[in-house]
């Protein structure tokens, strides 16, 4: 599987020397994810969970479409990976997403045992987008545990950051702010 190398950004610049490797299939199932979220009516998040160099799971986002708040991405991808291997496969496991993980991600992925952690695009990115989204990094939640997750990002995706362009600036979607759950 071909593998595309990043730079690593620091606040927006490229910190010299500093690379990431992603497999692109990684990169296409979670375009495929995010694309689905999206034609869905859902907000384009989507996650990937790769173990012994295997997706095992992938979600997209179907918080809107469920009505249910805890219905990110990265929440739904762990789930299917215990349903499909047992928890302990999660100890082994690197999750990507195509945004940074919220608080409430981050702290699943540290309590569910997940070592890595590679994100795409940087809640900044969002925000600039929407006009709102602050919260904690998750570099720094990461910071103020003692699990030793690895946190990896942000790499921009142009790809990604156009799907958040489209849903955030259609039909008002950027009007519920938080309660992205709720239809605008």
Excluded at 55 to 80: K, V, W
Excluded at 147 to 156: D, L, Q, R
């Amino acid at each position: 599987m071909p593998v595309i190398t990043f730079s690593i950004l620091l606040d927006g610049h490229v910190l010299p020397g500093k690379k990431h490797m992603v497999k692109q299939g990684i990169i296409e199932v979670l375009l495929q994810k995010q694309q689905h979220a999206l034609d869905c009516g859902n907000p384009p998040f989507a996650a990937v969970i790769e173990c012994d160099d295997r997706i095992i799971a992938s979600a997209a986002n179907d918080s809107r479409s469920t009505g249910n708040p805890l219905h990110h991405a990265e929440m739904l991808a762990i789930e299917c990976a215990i349903e499909k291997h047992g928890p302990s496969v999660l100890l082994k496991s690197h999750l990507y997403s195509t945004n940074e993980p919220c608080p409430m991600c981050v702290g699943v992925c540290i309590w569910s045992g997940i070592p890595n952690i590679t994100y795409f695009l940087a809640q900044e990115n969002i925000a600039k987008i929407r006009g709102w989204g602050r919260f904690i990094p998750a570099k720094t939640i990461a910071s103020a545990d003692d699990s030793g997750i690895h946190i990896n990002g942000p790499f921009m995706n142009e790809e990604m950051l156009r799907m958040h362009e489209i849903f955030w600036n259609t039909d008002g979607n950027s009007k519920n702010r938080h309660s992205i759950h709720l239809p605008p």
